[in-house]
Every structure is written in structure tokens, then in C-alpha cells.
């Protein structure tokens, strides 16, 4: 049931997305005077609508997407350019979809059609909605950071060794084991170090930092136990451990891991969720982006990565999944089943899940293909430079863009991403890639 829960809370939040992403179309089209017909969140048969003013709001039954329709988004045909037909006489579906937008436009509303809107404001509606999606994924990344926090190694004590074994692989101590220095200073699990060796510490990083500079030396260290602050006195044991560099162990020419002397006292963190402060949502949007748009780059590649491990044995990439992976997430988040993993580190999560929805939806939909948000952006800024170029050149205004060519291409598009997207669920269920691994 737990699991349901997560996929339902996944899926109310993926339409409220949907949601206001065409918001962010809609409300600057109107606010330009663009004739606004019609507000759907989802596709397929309608489940409700209601119209208000010249504009009909509505929810469908398939929560897969939305769409705002904008009159007039293809603009006439050149006067001096024939109308294009197939041999058996009718026109061809590029001169069918320039008709069917041209006929929306009623008399006297030309004014009011997409395609007659100057450049900036084509790229205002058109980046509306992208621009939604960013601002949603830096709402809830800020809600995330700031008020759960990010799970991070505390100064809280989790573990106190009671010895030093000789075999590191062993699990209990052995008789001849000496005890490990933390054991017999007196430190216990959920002690809060407060300093080391005078030195003020507030994240488990600090404490290890004094530890190694304190050696093997006696050191002071406070810390605090059931709310009152207690000292004792910890000397470090030297012992042969891996080097660490930048987070990984470094090896020898043979593959072995380089040890040396370092001072040990045996004692262990706890994990919990830190918050961070404002000036740290900036830089972690910024990463979250720059990771976005290295798997959309990347994704022909991945893509078939992915079909080869849904077809044959090789390794399935687990930074492509579709919305029945995200659903898994999802349901995952909401029926862990762990002492350690509570209500807030599962809102954390499910918050951070979305948020990662909504930038792959702000980067996706930059891609400058039709019918992408991006193809129209792609198409205005082509329209400002044959612009441009024109008057540089004292010659005639080019007009509009006329996008309505690119109709063929929209169509492979739209194949090529219905292809994309039922691939991806095969894998997902034949493949999974789950967050317990």
C-alpha cells in the first residue's frame, strides 16, 4: 500500500508540473493579446472542463503532458509560392496544418495569432514554460536544503570501537587486542564532539582534520552527553591505513592499496540530515543542470545502452530511466522499510525526486526540435536574425518563420520519442534500476 502511496504522491505532483509549466505558456500569451482557445493538462478523452471567456480549461484522462493552443502558431504561406499538393490533388499536411491554424483565426483577429507577435515576446510565451519547470526545481531544491537538509556525517559519535584487532576484516574483538583509544578515553555513541584539542569542530570533516593534526599526542576533547559537556583526554593510536586522496584510496603499480602510519581513535559517525544555508542552493542547481543537460547530450548513446541491456546482459545504465523507473523511485522512497529512513528523510527525497523531474522537463524541452518548446525558441531567434540580416541589407521584411515546414521532422520526432519512451519502460521492467540496488 506504502508503495501505491509513493506513486500516487509522484504522479499528483507530476501533473501539478505539467500544470504550471503551460501556466507559464499561458499567462504571457494572454498577456500579449495571443487568442488563447484552449488549457488542457493531459491528453486523450476529456474528464473535465469548463470554459471561461473565449478559453476552455480542462483535465484529460492520460497525465502524460499538456498543452495550451495558442491560435494562429503557423503564419500564411508565401503569396509567391504555389500551394503544395500531392498527386491525388489534395494538399500536403504541411498546407493541412498552416489551413486548420490559419481557421482559428477569426476575422479581424490577426492581430491576435501567435505568429504575429515580434521576437522577444514569441521567446517570452515559448520560454514560459521551461522557465516554470527551473523555478519549480529551485522552490523545492531550497525547500529541501534549507528546511530538511542533505544527509551528511555529523560530529555525533554513531560507533565507539572497544578495540584495535589486529586482522581488520575481524568482527569481534580478540583477547590479546589492545583497546582502541576512543574506548579508553571514555567516548560513547551519541556523544556530540563540541572541540578537539582545542580546536572548535562542527561537521564529522572537522573532527577527522583534528585528529590528524593532533597526532598521536594526548588531546583534550569536549563533548557533549545528555545535554551536559564532558572532557576527557583521547590519544590516538598510529596505525597503518589507506591513503585517501580526493575521496579515493590510492593504489601501487600492483593494484594494492598505498598505506602509512595515521593516527586512529576508533570512533565513527552517525549520519543525519544537515541543512545548508541559501548561498548553497545556487551552486547546487547549477550542478544539478549542468548533470541534466550531460545525460540529454548523451542520450542517443544512452539510449542504446539501455536497449542493450534490455535485449542482452550488458549493464543497465541507471542514469536513463522513464516515468515507470520514476515511478519506482517513487514508490521505493515510500515503503523502505527502515528505522533510520523517517517521514522527513522520505518527504526529503520524494521533494528531491520531483525537483530533478522538473529540470529534466526545463532541459528536455529547450532541445530546438519541434514539438519541443525548443523548436519554436529555435525558430523565433532564426526569425530576429533573417530579420535583422533584412533590414541590415535594406531589403524587404522576411516575416514570420514559417515553422509549418518542419512538419516532417516534427513527425519523425514524435516517433522517435514515443520509441524512446516505451523502450525505456520495457527496461524498466525488465531491468530495473531500483534505489536499493
Not at 17 to 40: C, D, N, Q, T
Not at 145 to 164: I, M
Not at 225 to 254: F, K, N
Not at 349 to 374: C, H, I, R, Y
Request: proline residues 8%; glycine residues 10%.
Amino acid at each position: 500500500m506504502s508503495f501505491l502511496v509513493g506513486v500516487l504522491v509522484l504522479v499528483v505532483g507530476l501533473v501539478v508540473s505539467i500544470a504550471l509549466h503551460e501556466v507559464g505558456h499561458l499567462v504571457p500569451a494572454k498577456r500579449f493579446g495571443v487568442k488563447v482557445s484552449e488549457y488542457f493538462v493531459g491528453f486523450g478523452p476529456t474528464l473535465w472542463s469548463r470554459r471561461r471567456g473565449e478559453t476552455e480549461y480542462g483535465l484529460k484522462a492520460v497525465p502524460l503532458g499538456g498543452y495550451v493552443r495558442m491560435v494562429g502558431m503557423y503564419p500564411p504561406g508565401r503569396a509567391d509560392r504555389p500551394v503544395r499538393r500531392r498527386r491525388d490533388g489534395r494538399v500536403t499536411l504541411v498546407e493541412e496544418a498552416r489551413e486548420y491554424s490559419l481557421a482559428e483565426v477569426g476575422p479581424g483577429e490577426e492581430h491576435r495569432a501567435f505568429y504575429s507577435l515580434s521576437v522577444p515576446k514569441k521567446l517570452v510565451v515559448m520560454l514560459g514554460g521551461p522557465v516554470m519547470n527551473l523555478l519549480i526545481a529551485v522552490v523545492l531544491l531550497t525547500v529541501v536544503l534549507v528546511g530538511f537538509g542533505v544527509p551528511a556525517y555529523t560530529a555525533t559519535l554513531g560507533n565507539v570501537q572497544e578495540c584495535l584487532p589486529a586482522d581488520p576484516a575481524a568482527t569481534e574483538c580478540a583477547p590479546t587486542d589492545p583497546a582502541a583509544p576512543g574506548a579508553v578515553a571514555g567516548l560513547q555513541p551519541g556523544d556530540t564532539v563540541l572541540s578537539w584539542a582545542g580546536r572548535p569542530v562542527e561537521t564529522w570533516d572537522d573532527v577527522r582534520e583534528s585528529i590528524a593534526d593532533a597526532g598521536a599526542r594526548p588531546a583534550s576533547v569536549v563533548v557533549e552527553r545528555d545535554g551536559q559537556e564532558r572532557t576527557v583526554t583521547v590519544t590516538a593510536a598510529l596505525t597503518e591505513r589507506p591513503v585517501v586522496v580526493d575521496g579515493e584510496v590510492r593504489t601501487d603499480d600492483d593494484g594494492e592499496p598505498v598505506t602509512e602510519p595515521q593516527p586512529f581513535v576508533g570512533i565513527g559517525p552517525t549520519a543525519a540530515l544537515v541543512r545548508q544555508p541559501v548561498t548553497a542552493v545556487p551552486g547546487r542547481v547549477a550542478g544539478a543542470v549542468g548533470a541534466t543537460v550531460e545525460v540529454v547530450l548523451t542520450l542517443p548513446q544512452r539510449i542504446v545502452d539501455v536497449a542493450q541491456a534490455a535485449f542482452g546482459t550488458e549493464e543497465r545504465d541507471p542514469g536513463v530511466v522513464g516515468l515507470v523507473g520514476v515511478g519506482r523511485f517513487a514508490g521505493e522512497i515510500a515503503s523502505i522499510d527502515s528505522e533510520s529512513y523517517g517521514v522527513v528523510e522520505r518527504t526529503a527525497d520524494m521533494l528531491g525526486l520531483l525537483a530533478s523531474l522538473n529540470l529534466a522537463l526545463f532541459v528536455f524541452n529547450l532541445v530546438p526540435l519541434l514539438p519541443l518548446d525548443g523548436g519554436h525558441i529555435a525558430g523565433a531567434l532564426w526569425e530576429g536574425l533573417r530579420r535583422r540580416v533584412a533590414a541590415w541589407r535594406n531589403r524587404p521584411d522576411p516575416g514570420p518563420t514559417d515553422v509549418a515546414r518542419l512538419l516532417p521532422l516534427t513527425y519523425v520526432v514524435v516517433a522517435v520519442m514515443v520509441g524512446m519512451s516505451l523502450l525505456l519502460a520495457y527496461a524498466d521492467i525488465v531491468r530495473p534500476v531500483t534505489l536499493t540496488g
